[in-house]
């Protein structure tokens, strides 16, 4: 269903006299009706650059060059797009591949432009529905919807074209523990049906399913082989930058003694509702002692990422207060609070805007009217291995640079306390890596870490694990291994 | 919060059901009766007979209540500065240059309820039809898909774009950001976010343009619609009814 032979493809370079830089070179793959094939590489490797060129979407659609052949269920696409509906491809953000205004018009779209007949169209659409498990919310507005939900939407408006291959790029990205067994289960079903399926993962639980894999390194793939073997070999998944295995995670315990008689934050009975919703949150009583490393878990939608906006004032409480480093939050502008706590927002690159790297990480401090600029702006340069792109406007930078250009940002404002939401999430080994040893530098510094997340494994590292569901805080505990320090 | 373009109440009354295309002809029609309304009384019983159809139709107080406060400063600015362009009648009160007449604030008046009337019956046609049914009685009234399909992008994409606004303005709150001081200088502190929400909203336009080829936009030979448009004969019967009753109104205002 899918063979491309000795495919090398490169987008147009930027500046004339600059050569186009190969993003896959020598790429060979051959794929049978109900295959599955993982296809694993660290951040940059090409993953989503292989999934549009073998969907037939790049160069066309994207400019650049291909080299080689690409032929889906025989067609060879150098002789023009795939026929409508023989390949589907799912984007790693789905979110993006949405645009009706109705879940069952979302679903209804693919198969209007294949000029089905209405009655046809309409026993398709109720099927895809059920299929997936969206027929409860199929008057819904695509974007409202959560994010498994996003992703399994996207797949039915796929799945319901009939088509032979599917590629999917990072299916599981993104999604909370309950939104992951969703995907998977929606794959599950998929190959049940006998689609050939492509599956750009950096999860091994992904490639385990898919059960056979290839790696892409620096746009070179390897040949497929079974998932298994290679898992087991976690060293060279590890230096390859692709996985890191919890053994190889630095120490994150405590280095400094917690001192409880002075909380960095305190949170009394902070009610929230958005105007006109609502109540989110619902009366949260929360004190954090400095020098604490405190992990927030629960699931999509209980309130995580509500409550930690109320940490540096950039949402109000409807009722309560909450209180930074001794000082009362109300009345305070969310800028002012910045110089004492750092934040860490999910999908961090998305707010990068200076025209240079180093302009990038001077923003805050200079906002901020700190005096030593220059020197912080260095030392975080070198910190984080960045002098060489250190004029690069960020916006340019590879998807892992500009995830270390984030971190490079709040470090650089050195605040007492860091809020982290959802780091973890779309990082590579090496990516993670970079992440733990900065965590482990905080720990050291005593510095206060407010950490949300849906990785289990990272938030047992913590010293206390708050767990909030719809809204309210339902056990606050402290792991077995932290009890009495640094075990 | 985000603001959605979307203003359909969704419901099932007859309005709700009736063929859009036949809606659009009457909101035609009822827009050119606005102008032809004689009177002061004739624009009040106009307006108070489509707030009893909106509200027999399921839409709520909340929302026509919404678009009152919505029109509120538009109406405010008539009734202020209508009378001294228009001073006719006689004198009440003048100041220099401005003269404040009885004939001007009638003017104001009236102007302010055709304004209202206008606003009421385009509404009444977005509260009671979704984006889709709208965009494809568009398409079959001869607009071509890709121009009804990018109305409705703009739509999705409009309250994409606020959200990654805010986003962008939080994230940069956090690193210390605050707009203060004069007008100038608060548009200035706005440059940055609005360089991010730029970049941003490319990358969602390239993502978009695979989206749609990727389900075939350009490969589709002869698109079919799922809910393809169907003038029934309660359909033909509203706009036979609301033609006719437009004809007799507009021969009643016209024959002197």
Not at chain 1, 245 to 252: I, K, Q
Not at chain 1, 380 to 391: P, Q
Not at chain 1, 458 to 473: Q, S, Y
Request: proline residues 5%; charged residues 15%; glycine residues 10%.
């Amino acid at each position: 269903m899918i063979s491309a032979q000795d495919i090398t493809f490169s987008y147009a370079s930027r500046q004339a006299d600059e050569r186009p830089k190969a993003v896959l070179t020598d790429c060979s793959l051959n794929l049978g009706p109900s295959q599955a094939l993982a296809v694993m590489g660290p951040t940059g490797a090409g993953k989503s650059t292989l999934s549009y060129v073998l969907a037939g979407l790049a160069p066309r659609h994207t400019g650049g060059t291909l080299l080689g052949s690409v032929a889906i269920a025989g067609h060879d696409l150098r002789d023009g797009p795939p026929a409508i509906g023989s390949v589907g491809v799912l984007f790693q953000d789905a979110a993006t591949q949405l645009f009706n205004t109705t879940v069952e018009d979302e679903v209804a779209w693919g198969l209007e432009a294949m000029g089905l007949a209405p009655h046809e169209i309409g026993q398709r659409v109720e099927v895809s529905l059920a299929h997936f498990e969206l027929t409860a919310v199929r008057q819904r507005a695509p974007w409202a919807l959560s994010g498994g939900q996003q992703k399994r939407l996207a797949l039915a408006a796929l799945w319901t074209m009939r088509p032979g291959v599917l590629i999917l790029d990072e299916p599981l990205g993104g999604l909370d523990p309950e939104g992951c067994a969703e995907v998977l289960a929606a794959v599950d079903t998929l190959r049940e049906a006998g689609t050939t399926l492509l599956i750009m993962t950096l999860q091994p639980e992904m490639a385990r399913q898919a059960g056979a894999l290839a790696l892409l390194a620096d746009g070179h793939l390897s040949s497929a082989m079974p998932v298994t073997a290679w898992l087991e070999q976690e060293v060279a998944l590890a230096e390859s930058g692709l996985l890191l295995p919890t053994r190889l995670w630095p120490d994150l315990s405590p280095r400094v003694a917690v001192d409880h008689r002075d909380p960095a934050i305190e949170v009394q009975g902070l009610r929230f509702r958005y105007p006109g919703g609502t109540e989110v949150l619902h009366g949260i009583d929360l004190t954090i002692p400095r020098g604490q490393f405190v992990a927030l878990v629960g699931r999509n939608g209980a309130g995580k990422s509500t409550l930690v906006r109320h940490l540096n004032g950039l949402l109000r409480p409807s009722s309560g207060a909450v209180s930074v480093m001794g000082r009362p939050l109300a009345g305070r502008a969310a800028g002012t609070v910045a110089g004492h706590v750092g934040f860490l927002f999910q999908r961090p690159e998305q707010q990068l805007f200076s025209a240079t790297v180093r302009d990038e990480i001077a923003y805050g401090p200079a906002r901020l009217g700190l005096s030593d600029v220059a020197a912080r702006v260095d030392n975080v340069l070198a910190r984080f291995g960045l002098e060489n792109v250190a004029d690069v406007p960020p916006a340019l930078l590879g998807y892992g640079a500009q995830r270390t250009v984030t971190l490079a940002v709040l470090a650089a404002l050195a605040t007492p306390i860091v809020v982290l939401d959802e780091p973890t999430v779309g990082l590579d080994g090496r990516g993670l890596g970079q992440l733990l040893a900065w965590v482990a530098e905080l720990r050291e510094q005593g510095v206060t870490i407010v950490l949300v997340t849906h990785d289990l494994g990272l938030a047992a590292r913590a010293d206390r694990v708050i767990t909030l569901d719809n809204g309210a805080i339902t056990s606050d505990d402290t792991p077995a291994e932290a009890h009495g320090g640094s075990a | 919060m985000t603001v959605t373009f979307d203003t359909y109440v969704p419901g099932s009354s007859l309005l709700h059901r009736l063929d859009p295309r036949a809606k659009l002809w009457a909101t035609l029609l009822s827009l050119m009766a606005v102008f032809l309304l004689p009177n002061v009384g004739a624009q009040l019983l106009f307006l108070a007979g489509i707030h009893l159809v909106l509200l027999a139709s399921g839409v709520p107080w909340r929302t026509l209540w919404g678009l009152w406060r919505q029109m509120a400063i538009l109406v405010i600015l008539i009734m202020v500065l209508q009378p001294f362009l228009r001073p006719i009648g006689r004198e009440v009160f003048s100041l220099g240059p401005l003269h404040l007449t009885t004939g001007g604030m009638l003017d104001a008046v009236r102007l302010a309820l055709r304004a209202l009337a206008i606003a009421f019956a385009v509404a009444t046609l977005l509260y009671t039809t979704s984006q889709p049914a709208l965009v494809s009685a568009m398409v079959r009234l001869g607009l071509p898909y890709t121009w009804g399909l990018t109305v409705s992008l703009a739509l999705r994409f409009l309250p994409a774009i606020q959200d990654l606004f805010h986003t962008v303005r939080d994230a940069q709150a956090a690193r210390g950001w605050i707009a203060e001081g004069s007008i100038f200088r608060r548009l200035q502190e706005h440059v940055p976010i609005l360089v991010a929400v730029m970049i941003g909203t490319l990358r969602m336009s390239d993502q978009l343009t695979l989206a749609l080829a990727a389900r075939g936009l350009e490969t589709s030979r002869r698109r079919t619609t799922w809910h393809a448009l169907h003038m029934r004969r309660r359909d033909w019967a509203f706009a036979l009814g609301i033609t006719l009753a437009f004809c007799l109104f507009a021969w009643w205002q016209l024959r002197s």
